[in-house]
């Protein structure tokens, strides 16, 4: 706000003076780039940036080879008790509800989920092969009791608007649309779909107590580079895991990274002081986008001390991702884990080396720089 004062009362100082008409195009200007940067701001909330200019942007060439044809599937009978849970296979939601038959991918690991109205979801890993697959009716756990305080709500738009709204295999209605009183402690599916327009499809928790927008950016089949690729959009609960898919960098959460249809992906999503993470997707044919938003599980870790004795020639160290003074490294209090220490010797060379935190535990280290290597040895 005082920059904005600041800037009316120069400009109707400057109208006094002189009348300049360019202060007017410049204050025009302004406020077009703020209503712009305002736009962006908001789309950026509901979609990643994408890891390249132009996700959709295909090599040319590539358009006129046949596009991907489906994956091997095998058909399996699924059952729940109790009966008329409906499928998500590899974030995708598959026709019918149990029992049935249901399609997995070939020889590969997938990912199965039942939704049920009246119990909390089941998530199941199954083998792409017949004996790989329960054979009994799989007992779907009781609906859980949360707080009304924690539950969440979603809000889902669509582009076009009026996209047909599933919520976790039921349809709901049309966006837009909100979903209230949702479980945060369960991962939910959202499917948008609308006539001549690629679906989008969803896997995410609410987050407890507070309100959400998911906007669904439904692209039509008419786009030719839609016949080719899929977009993943990788997100996580928190943001800044690094996101690997089928073992390539695909980016850092939230990322939007196109992927070729018909392909069986295993996303890798890995964070410091969480467990590495492993979801499966599949880009099947009649879908756009999926979207999957895990809650990252945090890796308890106790505290311990560490001491390092620095060779006489430091200027100036780094342990983990501090810096301290060269006559204060003894007993710093760190999580237990894998830390690097980074030793700055008078000359401005730098030597790195690695050592470990151990839990309730005063660990010594001796730093030695060793043919231009340091080494931390642990003291007895």
């Known amino acids: 706000m005082a920059t904005s004062a600041s800037m009316s009362y120069d400009i109707n100082a400057l109208k006094a003076k002189s009348r300049n008409k360019k202060i007017l195009i410049l204050v025009g200007v302004i406020l077009l780039v703020g209503g712009v940067a305002g736009i962006v701001a908001k789309v950026g909330i509901d979609r990643p940036v994408p890891e390249i200019e132009d996700p ?7 358009l006129k080879a046949e596009p991907p044809k489906p994956i091997a599937r095998i058909d399996v009978e699924l059952a729940t008790k109790p009966e008329g849970a409906s499928v998500v296979i590899n974030g995708v939601l598959v026709e019918g509800t149990t029992p049935g038959t249901f399609a997995l991918a070939e020889g590969k690991t997938n990912e199965v989920i039942f939704y049920h109205p009246d119990h909390d979801p089941f998530f199941a890993i199954m083998g792409g092969t017949s004996g790989e ?28 608007l009026g996209g047909i709204v ?35 499809a969803a896997l995410l928790r609410p987050i407890p107590g507070e309100e959400q927008t998911i906007r669904a950016l439904l ?29 390539e960098f695909a980016g850092v ?27 499966r997707v599949e880009t099947r044919g009649g879908v756009g986008t999926i979207m999957i938003r895990p809650a990252l599980e945090s890796i308890k870790r106790e ?78």
Do not use: C
Request: net charge neutral; hydrophobic share 30%; no cysteine.
């Open 219 to 247: 692209d039509p089949t008419t786009q030719e580079s839609r016949q080719f690729t899929v977009d993943l959009s990788l997100e996580t609960m928190p943001r800044g895991a690094q996101a690997s898919a089928n073992g």
């Open 253 to 279: 959460s939230p990322a939007l990274k196109p992927w070729d249809r018909h392909q069986h992906v295993e996303v890798v999503f890995e964070a410091t002081n969480y467990k590495t993470l492993t979801r």
């Open 56 to 62: 959709n942007k295909i090599d040319p060439e590539k």
């Open 303 to 380: 505290k311990g001390k560490v001491s390092i004795l620095l060779p006489k020639n430091t200027a100036n160290v780094y342990i983990g991702n501090n810096q301290y003074d060269i006559k204060a490294t003894r007993k710093i209090e760190m999580a237990e884990g894998k830390y690097k220490a980074v030793i700055e010797l008078d000359d401005g060379k730098r030597v790195d080396g690695k050592f470990e935190v151990f839990p309730d535990t005063h660990t010594r280290y001796k730093a030695e720089v060793l043919n231009g290597k340091l080494r931390l040895r642990k003291l007895k």
């Open 166 to 200: 599933f919520h976790n295999g039921e349809q709901v209605g049309t966006a837009p649309q909100t979903l209230r009183n949702l479980n945060p402690e369960v991962e939910h599916h959202i499917l948008v779909k609308s006539k001549d327009y690629y679906s989008y």
């Open 133 to 160: 697959v329960p054979e009994e009716a799989i007992e779907l756990p009781a609906k859980s009791e949360v707080p009304e305080e924690k539950l969440g709500t979603i809000v889902i738009e669509s582009e076009p």
